[in-house]
C-alpha cells in the first residue's frame, strides 16, 4: 500500500520534541492527521505552533521523539518528504520584483518539473487560482490575497498530498480571507489534498477544520472536532474562542519575542 493512503494517517507524530537551550518550545507532540482532513493547529503566540510546522515541513530538525508525513520520516527521509509537500510560511515567499508567471517559473524549476510540463501547470495553477488575468503583473502591484493566492498556486505546482498553511490569512481583510480560503477548500476537493494549517482566526478554525489541536507551551491542551470540543467545555452556546481561552488561558501569556512579534507585524503590513 502507497504511504499515507486510505485509512492510514498522512501526518503521524510520537513524543516529538524540540529544544532551543532551555527552552522545551514543543514538548513530546503525539497525534496524527487523516488523509484530505483540514486540521488546524491552534494556539497563543509562543505556543510552538511554527515550530511544529518547520520540523514536519524537515526545516528545523527534532530534538527526540519522531513523525512522518506519507508515511516517510522527516529526518531520516528528509528528501522524500519535500517531494509530497507543499508549504507556505507566515512570511512572504513571492518576489516582488517578478510577475506573478514568473515567480511560478521559479518554483517550477525548483520543484524540477518536467520541462515539457512547466507552461501548462503554471497556467493551470494561475486559472485555479484565480490569478491568470494578472500572470504578466508584477507582484509588487498585487492585493495582499492575490499574493497569498500566488504563494499557495506556488505551493501546488508539483500536486503535493499534504500542503502546510502557516498563518496564511495573516492581516488580510475579511474578503480576501474568504477567497483564499474558498481556493483552498476548492484545493481539497479537486485534488484530495491534505490541509495542515495554524491560525489565530477561531471562526476560521471553526468553519473550515475537521479537526483542531490547542497548543499551549508546547504541550497538547486538547484536540478533536470542533463541535466536540465546545460540546466538552460545558457552556451553553460555546464558540471555539471559549475553548481556546479554556484549555489556552490567558492569550496574551506568551513566549513571542520582540523580534518574531516584529515579523509578524511586517508580514501583516505588506499583505494589508
Known amino acids: 500500500m502507497e504511504p499515507g493512503h486510505d485509512d492510514m494517517a ?4 510520537t513524543a516529538l520534541t524540540r529544544r532551543f537551550d532551555a527552552v522545551v518550545a514543543v514538548d513530546a507532540l503525539t497525534m496524527s492527521v487523516g488523509t484530505g482532513e483540514v486540521f488546524g493547529l491552534l494556539g ?9 510546522v518547520k520540523m514536519l515541513t524537515t526545516l528545523l530538525p527534532p530534538t527526540s521523539g519522531s513523525a512522518t508525513v506519507a508515511g516517510f520520516d522527516i529526518v531520516r527521509q528528509a528528501g522524500e518528504v519535500r517531494r509530497v509537500i507543499g508549504y507556505v510560511p507566515q512570511l512572504l515567499s513571492a518576489d516582488g520584483d517578478l510577475t506573478g508567471y514568473e515567480n511560478l517559473w521559479v518554483f517550477a524549476k525548483l520543484y524540477d518539473l518536467p520541462r515539457a510540463e512547466r507552461e501548462a501547470r503554471i497556467r493551470d495553477a494561475l486559472a485555479f487560482m484565480g490569478l491568470l488575468g494578472a500572470a504578466d503583473k508584477l507582484v509588487r502591484t498585487y492585493s ?13 505546482l508539483h500536486r503535493p498530498r499534504v500542503l502546510f498553511l502557516d498563518e496564511p490569512t ?5 474578503l480576501a480571507r474568504q477567497a483564499v480560503w474558498e481556493h483552498v477548500e476548492q484545493l ?31 504541550t497538547m491542551a486538547a484536540s478533536g472536532t470542533p463541535a466536540d470540543l465546545k460540546a466538552a467545555i460545558g457552556k451553553a452556546e460555546a464558540t471555539l474562542d471559549d475553548v481556546f481561552k479554556h484549555y489556552a488561558g490567558d492569550a496574551l501569556e506568551t513566549m513571542e519575542t520582540y523580534r518574531e512579534a516584529a515579523r509578524t507585524r511586517r508580514t501583516a ?3 494589508g
Open 269 to 271: 503590513r505588506r499583505l
Open 188 to 218: 481539497r476537493a479537486t485534488y484530495g489534498t491534505t490541509i495542515f494549517l495554524t491560525t489565530h482566526y477561531m471562526d476560521e478554525a471553526d468553519s473550515l477544520c475537521d479537526r483542531v489541536a490547542i497548543l499551549h507551551r508546547g
Open 10 to 13: 498522512i501526518v503521524e507524530t
Open 44 to 52: 497563543p503566540n509562543g505556543a510552538g505552533k511554527t515550530t511544529v
Open 144 to 156: 495582499g490575497g492575490m499574493v497569498r493566492r500566488l504563494e499557495i498556486a506556488e505551493s501546488m
Open 170 to 174: 495573516l492581516g488580510l481583510d475579511p
